[in-house]
């Protein structure tokens, strides 16, 4: 039986996992590929450390260089993260004409349109199904399942931690930091959290899906980032007054012109079936102009799930190096890679409904003078609740607006902030709901 | 620019939609195979019925043999349905060396093994993605995106004319023949629904979808199916109040011996994700032993996604005939196909849980009796209800069982419904709900 060499670099969570399925899954992976594909390597600077699978010592190597020099590896799987040293060992296989496998989404967001070029001049592949929410299928659905459709939108809850902590602040009304500290504990988040709580990784991973609905350069500095880190569990109680879940989204939309590209905590109807992703799962629904809406749910990270994806890019790539027709789907999806940054929709031009809440000193007027404001910057309020909740002295004005102008918004905002009878900052976040657009009251 | 040839038999709704997106989707197309992906041909024995699309008359024939016999034409695609000619047409384009594309899950069912057989040894390929949940590109995920897995269940919501039926019932507490007919009017259901009420449409996909799954081949009489015409509004109104929905589910699970393979309606919590697959929408829930449980939901049928699906094949025979590959991935996703039928679990020997629902005459002693006949056929019960609506002099008596073994149920339902203080016949469902699997009362 004919084989496939592969060689694995970082032997942590993710390599763990890979290893496992390369050892325990062999027959049935075998099956599929009509060869065998081998572990020949795998390369950690820490040997020792204990894992839950057991390999043969002489197949480890504390040194990179060893599976990246050997030339009966066939295919290089990057796991060790970060970006400095993954993009030199990816670069180095490429340069050797080995084919690569990463789970990198921040390497390939920041520097994936050089790696992907260099790729493509050296005829090898990178495949990443891994980069974006673990063992879903998503990278797989956009570029060959969709093939037949333009993207309309897509809405993402692409980070577990993230959707964690909000489940926990929403069900248990918590503040975020005592839902961090649950995340901690339970191992969805790290112990530096920013990465994941500042919108930085779910905006990495829209970058890598924005590139492949629309066949366009990957463009990470296009995306509009907010995380959860400030968010008042006040919200979050309002938001479900209201009948709507919060979560952060990762949003994307094709008006036929431009296309908006925003991650932010978001406002959806209890009834999406987006609003049911909850804990630390991940899930994207898109909508194809041909197909309508659709939604993959599952897993967005771990041992397993994370390698499972891993292990579909290596097999597809073996399949190539067996049969021929490496390069017959490009990375991206099409051939000829639009530039990106021309369709972007700035923040400011984007039209949509918000939440905001205001703290009212309680005092009569207020709510008059607020909605006076809104009315001169032509926001309309779709509802507004006034609870008589104190905090800190002011109560809570909550209103759902009708689509406004974002620039509009924020200098409404700034104006609504220097009145005397509110305490600043006013909240706002965005909504999407597509019941909301037409109806005015 | 070199090009593809696709020729269509079988102009109907999904041939429609196929050839307007080969049309208005071309440059797209094109962009992502590097090559022109052109229609060819169109072939149906109605030319003159209006379309949502307009194909120059140079391009249409009456005869599917001017497809078939054209040396030009690289890619047929077959959607006229139905078993025999559809099986003439894709066996005569398999012999001229043409690779082949089809919707008919009804003819994949039935004769997919000999299919399948015919194109290997001819060296071409059938893709069939449209075949099973329209434009969810499910079959793609089975096939690669989860290929590093084993499959161990899997649940669909298939057939999008059952669950439109089930909805309308479930909400609005209307008879079967009401909500058919609303079905009808909608054009969600045929004049003929036998096909689908049935189950038999459900478990034509299934038989795919476990073929795909565990790599055997396609075994339809391995199916136990159950439709959904004989359900009484009553059992679902139970349901909700035993906090369940009552799906029409494809089920198949590996229990690392044999597989479970059953098409029939089943109670699901509130609170699974599948219970919010409503209306006319499909879903498949499937667990990898990697990827844990994933979620894929859209529109399983209609012009567009079903066409979607269809033209994303030819996308993906074509960069095999532009790049070479072709037979890259096995059509049910492993080389060496098993075996099917010796794995089967047979109905009987199923282990879940249960409602059931009789109509006891009101009299004293009716509970003990029935529950006396379960005790000792070994089934336990978890949660009762005694009702006091009455429903031709009887008042039901509904029940939820710890798991039991489907023969045992059926012997003890016999032996009730000879009791003389019940009415029969005793109503039974199954039920999935990991709950209740563990505990006991």
Redesign the interface.
Known sequence: MKAVNVGVIGFGTVGT?VVR?LIE?RE??A????ADLVLAKVADLDLERPRTVAVPRELLTSRAVEILDDPGIDIVVELIGGLNTARDYILAAIERGKHVVTANKALLAHHGNDLLAAAAAKGVEIAF?AAVC????II??LR???????IRELFGILNGTCNYILTQMSQQGISYAQALAEAQVAGYAEADPALDVEGTDTAHKLAILMSLSY?ARLDLEAIAVEGISRLDPLDLQFAREFGYRLKLLAITRDDGHRVEARVHPTLIPREH?MS?VSGAMN?VYVT????????????GA?M??T???V??DI??LA??L?????????PL????ALESTRLIKPLNDLVTNYYFRFAALDRPGVLAQVSGILGNYGISIAAVTQKGREVACTVPIVMITHEAREADVRQALKMIDQLPVVSPPAIFYRIEDPHLHSARI
């Open positions: 996992g399925l899954q049935l992976l099956r599929r590929l009509g199904e673990g063992g879903i299928p797989l659905a060959q399942g969709l093939a037949a459709n333009h066949g079936i049911r899930a194809g102009d041909a197909t309508g809406p659709i939604l993959l749910y599952g897993q771990g397993m799930p390698a499972s994806a292990v579909s097999l597809d399949r190539n067996m049969r021929g027709g490496a390069g017959r789907v490009p999806g099409c051939r000829t």
